[in-house]
């Protein structure tokens, strides 16, 4: 199996995982973060997770 198979299923995952996590919170900027996930599918996947994902 490949290493750029691996990581692009990996990728996907975490698109998947901060799009499904960003639909279901109560954020406020819910559909900018949404929009920034679909635009920047990796960087905006980490980025959600660092910055945008509401703490509790």
Excluded: E, Q
């Excluded at 998947?16 to 599918?41: E, F, M, Q, T």
């Amino acid at each position: 199996m490949d290493l750029n198979y691996v990581l692009g299923i990996l990728c996907l995952i975490l698109w998947i995982v901060a799009l499904v996590d960003c639909i279901r919170s109560n954020n406020s900027n819910k559909v900018v973060w949404i929009i920034v996930i679909i635009l920047l599918p990796l960087l905006g996947s980490i980025l959600y997770f660092l910055l945008g994902r509401s703490k509790g």
